[in-house]
């Protein structure tokens, strides 16, 4: 068993399924008269969805940790073993680019969700509904399509540029 593959592609799904799950909930408690019964029916009672999406929520940031953590060393590493620089010594490398975009719009994502738990948190002890104000629900809407695009960015690292992949190398240890 080598300790040298990178864990951060393995520990990005949980946050992506917490935050994706709490940004839905709270768009969909926010539509949820705009929706057929036949089809609200399948779905948790509209005065519980935005507790759920809270503890999505704050599972989402806590399984970010070890995303950031893991990712800023696995970034590290790539920097130290290649370089960010062309030849030229000025020109970032494409692959450097994807992954500074990428870090950025998490780093955002994070910090944002970060403070609209903040807010509910302290509006909750005071009425235990856990509900987002309107502000936060079109927050919550863009920061989905930028979550989307950062685990797009994080696809490209992987299948583009092969971060994390060894494919066809030979097993240096037994």
Do not use: C
């Not at 719009?105 to 969700?113: E, T, Y």
């Not at 920061?143 to 097993?171: E, I, Q």
Request: glycine share 8%.
């Amino acid at each position: 068993m080598s300790l040298n593959h990178p864990t951060h592609p393995a520990t990005v799904h949980w946050p992506l399924a917490f935050l994706t799950a709490a940004y839905g909930l709270d768009t969909l408690h926010t539509m949820y008269s705009y929706v057929p019964s036949a089809i609200t029916s399948y779905f948790p009672a509209s005065a519980e969805m935005p507790r759920i999406a809270y503890y999505a929520l704050s599972a989402g940031l806590l399984t970010s940790i070890p995303s950031v953590v893991t990712g800023i060393a696995n970034a590290a590493q790539m920097v130290q073993s290649q370089g960010m620089y062309e030849a030229d010594g000025k020109t970032l490398k494409p692959k450097m680019k994807v992954i500074i975009a990428h870090a950025l719009s998490n780093d955002v994502i994070i910090a944002l969700s970060g403070y609209i738990w903040y807010l509910r948190n302290q509006s909750s002890s005071l009425n235990l509904t856990y509900a987002p104000q309107s502000w936060m629900v079109g927050v919550e809407a863009v920061m989905g399509l930028a979550l989307l695009y950062s685990a797009n960015l994080g696809g490209t690292l992987v299948y583009n540029y092969g971060m994390g992949l060894r494919m066809g190398s030979k097993n240096k240890s037994s």
